[in-house]
């Protein structure tokens, strides 16, 4: 059974906090990602990568970054938390192909106050 | 980069009758086009994909039709049941692109 794990379920920061939001998938996949999800919204991606230390912007990368130092774990870092960061995260892995099922994890809500 | 737009935000149907939920993309490259279904609480699960050398896919009550010209693609859920009440993304990649774009959603409720 293949698996997306996120670190956490619920995550409650206070603003200007440093936050570190962790993903492990156990698939040897080499593309990950980091969405965030807001009603009316839809997914909308804030970075991927598709190697070791390789990282790309997506759609709404301001006020985050990320790390990949092993292949099986992708971290989303909110450098100072602000309230509107407040949203749930998911993390997806897919293969190198790309074009075939990508695997979410369960997702973190993140509350920042 | 690829840009996914889908229609409508919300669809409510009575139990047994069709849904369908449509997607338009930007970039002629792509060529995999899958749908995810996201119950309440859960996380997203792909339901059916469609490539695009084909112009139409079946499992059982759902379906997934692909106009490349007009750059479109719709799922179609038939005799509707409320265990189909969730959140349908729909999504567009080309592969070599290495992202995963998706739209913004359809809120389906099944009213009993």
């Known amino acids: 059974d293949v698996k997306v794990t996120q670190s956490s379920r619920y995550l409650v920061k206070r603003t200007g906090e440093k936050v570190f939001l962790e993903c492990v998938q156990d698939?040897?996949?080499?593309?990950m990602f980091w969405y965030r999800q807001d009603p009316g919204l839809g997914l909308r991606l804030i970075y991927f990568s598709y190697d070791v230390k390789m990282k790309e912007k997506g759609d709404i990368p301001e006020g985050y970054s990320v790390s990949r130092e092993k292949k099986e774990r992708f971290s989303l870092i909110l450098e100072s938390a602000s309230t509107n960061q407040t949203s749930m995260y998911l993390c997806?892995?897919?293969?190198?192909?790309?074009?075939?099922?990508?695997?979410f994890g369960q997702g973190t809500r993140l509350t920042v106050v | 980069g690829e840009n996914v737009e889908q229609h409508p935000s919300t669809l409510s149907v009575q139990e047994g009758d069709s849904a369908v939920i449509k997607c338009t993309y930007s970039?002629?490259?792509?060529?995999?086009f899958p749908w995810y279904k996201q119950e309440l609480g859960k996380r997203p699960q792909l339901i059916i994909d469609?490539?695009?050398?084909?112009g139409e896919k079946k499992d059982q009550r759902i379906a997934v039709t692909l106009n490349k010209t007009a750059k479109h693609f719709s799922l179609h859920i038939t005799e509707t049941q409320p265990e189909d009440s969730a959140v349908y993304f729909c999504a567009a990649t080309s592969g070599s692109a290495r992202q995963l774009t998706f739209g913004s959603g359809t809120q389906l409720t099944v009213l009993p």
């Open positions: 997806a892995s897919l293969p190198f192909q790309g074009n075939t099922e990508a695997f």
């Open positions: 698939m040897d996949h080499e593309n």
């Open positions: 469609i490539r695009s050398n084909v």
């Open positions: 970039d002629s490259a792509s060529n995999y």
